[in-house]
């Protein structure tokens, strides 16, 4: 019947929603590992492992609403009504985190970034916090905090700039420039967007695309918990077979 049929459809749903979610939560932490010296707080990839695990009750979920639409049974429509509000349970949890992470890590990304660029001490330096900011600004094809003109204003203990010879770090240069030494007179070699930004918009983006994921799920699983309803109304006790 119908409802045998929408539970069908979700359990395809739910398993395609099961790699959506470890994709996103893998996103999340790797993203958290590769900038960590940017992110001090150890649980910022909370998130993430949330997502994953969510995704690993969502795989078992969508094999027992495929089992019951092709053959029901009393014991794996109550499994599978518990399964379903465990899931909506660490949904719930999993949009609230996302939401104040967004927040709060964009707040640790500012302050923290600041105090790295101000360590700066030279362009592929050895000293303590330059190789960092080199290697963000390559990954990311960024120049500065904000933007470029933040190196302007640089303080660092030996990266003062002459006013007349302006220059940013090397690794402000695009790739296709070989010859690109920092000089400002040519903005065309160089990276002009800042670095924070992206970093945020990177993580952003994770955080957003499992919300979204959260809210989705939700409302399928919600619906599917319907149809199990409906589908338990409509055949009676004795008739069910136990698998």
């Given at each position: 019947?119908?409802?045998?049929?929408?539970?069908?459809?979700?359990?395809?749903?739910?398993?395609?929603?099961?790699?959506?979610?470890?994709?996103?939560?893998?996103?999340?932490?790797?993203?958290?590992?590769?900038?960590?010296y940017l992110?001090?707080?150890?649980?910022?990839?909370?998130?993430?492992?949330?997502?994953?695990?969510?995704?690993?009750?969502?795989?078992?979920?969508?094999?027992?609403?495929?089992?019951?639409?092709?053959?029901?049974?009393?014991?794996?429509?109550g499994?599978?009504?518990?399964l379903?509000?465990?899931?909506?349970?660490?949904?719930?949890?999993?949009?609230?985190?996302?939401?104040?992470?967004?927040?709060?890590?964009?707040?640790?990304?500012?302050?923290?970034?600041?105090?790295?660029?101000?360590?700066y001490?030279?362009?592929?330096?050895?000293?303590?916090?330059?190789?960092?900011?080199?290697?963000?600004?390559?990954?990311?094809?960024?120049?500065?905090?904000?933007?470029?003109?933040?190196?302007?204003?640089?303080?660092?203990?030996?990266?003062?700039?002459?006013?007349?010879?302006?220059?940013?770090?090397?690794?402000?240069?695009?790739?296709?420039?070989?010859?690109?030494?920092?000089?400002?007179?040519?903005?065309?070699?160089?990276?002009?967007?800042?670095?924070?930004?992206?970093?945020?918009?990177?993580?952003?983006?994770?955080?957003?695309?499992?919300?979204?994921?959260?809210?989705?799920?939700?409302?399928?699983?919600?619906?599917?918990?319907?149809?199990?309803?409906?589908?338990?109304?409509?055949?009676?006790?004795?008739?069910?077979?136990?698998?």
């Open positions: 019947n119908f409802a045998c049929f929408l539970l069908m459809f979700f359990s395809v749903l739910f398993l395609g929603s099961a790699a959506l979610l470890a994709f996103g939560g893998g996103f999340v932490i790797l993203t958290c590992k590769n900038y960590d992110l001090q707080e150890s649980f910022f990839p909370l998130p993430g492992w949330l997502a994953v695990l969510v995704a690993f009750v969502l795989l078992p979920t969508g094999i027992l609403a495929f089992s019951i639409s092709v053959r029901s049974s009393r014991y794996h429509q499994a599978l009504m518990h379903l509000l465990v899931l909506l349970c660490l949904q719930v949890s999993l949009a609230v985190l996302t939401h104040f992470y967004s927040i709060w890590m964009a707040a640790e990304l500012k302050s923290t970034m600041g105090q790295v660029f101000y360590q001490n030279g362009t592929y330096s050895v000293a303590s916090g330059s190789r960092p900011v080199d290697v963000l600004q390559e990954k990311l094809e960024c120049c500065g905090i904000q933007n470029y003109t933040d190196w302007l204003n640089a303080s660092g203990a030996s990266w003062n700039f002459k006013p007349e010879k302006a220059q940013v770090p090397r690794s402000c240069c695009k790739e296709e420039y070989s010859g690109c030494r920092g000089d400002l007179h040519q903005l065309e070699q160089l990276f002009q967007e800042g670095c924070l930004r992206k970093l945020q918009d990177q993580l952003w983006f994770g955080m957003e695309f499992l919300f979204c994921c959260c809210l989705v799920l939700s409302v399928l699983e919600l619906l599917a918990a319907a149809s199990n309803g409906i589908l338990m109304r409509q055949r009676p006790f004795h008739d069910f077979r136990f698998l």
